[in-house]
């Protein structure tokens, strides 16, 4: 017998499934297998394995649908939506995992993982072991005792409750068995089970509490008070009898419990691994390889640990003169690989702790702490300047360079050219980048100078992997030409910042708070009375019961008071649109007034935000801390606000450099339509160009009216629209929206063949390029989910367009930053967004870095449309005005 401090852990397998399916974004691995349950599912039970440390685990499973609970009753969970075919397949994963884990699971025909569970939880505490149930389901609470405990998961997966017989005392003032009672009459809904009409929760449990148990409700019926729930308990009593039998858990079941087979063990480690990688859980890996540690285990050379491949040891440098040294016998060699290790994740104000190098014949190592990094960068100047490798070589350029180092553009950089491969990913870490693509497994949790030095190592093999595949994948000239450079130029914008006049924005925030006090009074004065504006539950109570306003939608905790309800309900009701407006105000204050001026740099009284270029699929670049790609300027005090970033001094100016309609011309090169191409050569207004096609009237008869419905389609087929999203975006019915788009493809027919075309090649070769030969996978058009699918067809239309648009604007900026570079110093790049460019000039200059910057972004790639380069220039990014050269 085993010791009574011995713990079963129970788990019912199909409720964790299932809670980490909804709970969890659709994770997918490059090949489109889902894996959102299975992730969610190994995450969970670890967490429990790591806080209860169990001896015995069993996961239990339903066996299939249909159980000896509809012989009872033919509805029994019949009102069920079929599995999602997105989570079907990942039950065999999870059991492969379990396989793999060396934990036992079990399934019997006829029973539910419930049945199994109340037995074996019975067994258990028959014999003195501490049971724990984990579960999402609170049917489960009726199998508390005093040796069963109940492991409830709240909130997705977040927080597990521990529900004992006190709690449930606490909770309903009932035994966990009466809760059976309590089901009975309630009934079920999403189980099928009937119970008594009119009879809710709060009831049942207050009946039961009085009369003991179903039947001593039954027979006291005519004492209840409310005379339907008396007739119903009458009328309805063998239902609430049949509701019983279902609700109840059966615990003789046909399963034994084998103590032996299921222990709490050692799993198979290079089998959790291996299914691992295959799931792309690369973060996952490092408690394998750490449990393994403390087993004293190693990884076979299958799943090799960067430590334990033959690398000579590290060398390790004791002084600037010794790193000095090695620095000039690494110069003239190739594939040299540069690991810096910083203290402080802002790169800005950090200092270097150690720096790692890697060639052919070995590897070496300095601790930096103390040393000055003036001198550290001009100890590395000369191999910076001859193309070393990086993982995330803008970070470590921008170091050096704000240290005092020239530095030239990287020779490779093993985090964009991950990046550049599976673009979908949601992370491009050393780590998981050398586990997907050498199935190295490394470890960093030794000291930061043997971390550096084997990272350094690990980029260096890396690195040439990557090499290979992007040739194979026809993207090296775009990882060469193109990304590589790029962050060097990005690097550059972030350390040199963008320069914020705090007054302004001072002035900014008493502007605002001064509307939204404003917007107070006059919500107050509709409502009536005074109630706290940002709780969605007091405005509800106000909107729909005290003003009697139409419900929209219904959310868990009551009805929704979102922005797109209040957007709804602004035409029946004022108050609706002053919140609209109070809470863009407030957005507008508390995220781009009070949030920015915490990020800027009192040393330098710019904001140096972090230009991201491993973060979207399509290419894109994106910005944060903050992100200064979303300013909004849809409402006027959102584009005032633009007016705080201003030049690096007096004598300066912004100019802003903007691609015209460049997706729209991208389009008409891919698709060769003859019409649109010819209306872009001709300098036409492209919309109304495309009105007069799309109506039927001659170019001068175009109303404003059927510009805007022409431009909403020029832009909605980039992003293939659906008649239904242009009925909205127009507000005309569906079947105008239908007419306009069928119009439009009779007159474009090239953009009808492309969108076609590139469907279907993706469908064949499971992936779209750009222009540049840029890749995105698309496993989604192969999804079971039309929805998913659909949007699968969508993004192969538009990342072939969107993502060369991305391409064009990167060559840009390389191209130019090496011209200013040559040409004009004291110009800078200093944002990127989207389709424009922002600089930073000195006054005298701007004609000639004007003239520059427009020619080189019109021929950044020659098509067969002409690119279009609108300028505009002023004192602050507000205040700006069209320039002519």
Known sequence: MPPKTARLLLVDGNSVIHRAFHALPPLQTREGIRTNAVYGFATMLQKAREMFKPDYIIVAFDHSKVTFRNDLYDEYKGTRPETDPELRPQFALVKRLLAAWNLASCEVEGYEADDLIGTLSRQGAATGLEVLILTGDRDALQLVGDRVKVLLMRRGLSQVEVIDREAIKKNYGLEPEQLIDVKALMGDASDNIPGVPGVGEKTAVQLVRQYGDLEGVLAHSGEIKGRRVAENLVTFADQARLARRLATIDCQAPVTLDLAGCCNQSPDYEAVLALYKELEFHSLVKDVLRAMEQEGKKASQETTAVRGLSLPDPLTLDSLEELAGLVARLVGKRDVALELILNNPSYLEAAAVAVGLAWEEGVAVLGTAGIEPAALAGTLEPLLRVNPIFHDAKRALVWFSNAGARVADPGGDTM?????????????????????????ALVEGDSLQLAAARRAAAIRLLH???????????????????????????????????????????????????????????????????????????????????LGLPPVKRTKTGFSTDAAVLEELACRHPIAAKLVEYRQLAKLKSTYVDGLKPLVNPRTGSLHTSFNQTVTATGRLSSSEPNLQNIPVRLELGRRLRKAFVPHGPGRLLLAADYSQIELRILAHISGDEAMIAAFRRGEDIHARTAAEVFGVPLGEVTPAMRRSAKAVNFGIVYGISDYGLSRDLGISRSEAHDYIERYFRRYRGVKAYLEEIVARARQEGYVTTLLGRRRYLPDLFSSNRNVRSFGERTAMNTPIQGTAADIIKMAMVKIFRLLEAQYPAARMILQVHDELIFDVPEDDLPAVAGLVKDTMEHALELQVPLQVDLKAGPNWYDLEPYKE
Do not use: W
């Open 416 to 440: 964009v050219a991950g990046y550049l491969l599976n673009p979908t990913a949601s992370r491009h870490d050393l780590p998981e980048l050398c586990l997907e693509h050498l199935n190295l």
């Open 464 to 546: 040439r992997e990557l090499a290979g595949k992007l040739q194979v994948a026809g993207m090296e000239n775009l990882y060469r030409r193109v990304e590589l450079p790029l962050t060097r130029v990005l690097g550059a914008m972030e350390s040199y910042g963008v320069a914020v006049d705090m007054e302004t924005l001072d002035l900014m925030g008493i502007e605002l708070e001064g509307g939204l006090a404003a917007l107070t009074e006059a919500i107050y004065e509709l409502a009536g009375e005074e109630f706290n504006l940002n709780s969605p539950k007091q405005l509800a109570v106000i909107l729909f019961e005290k």
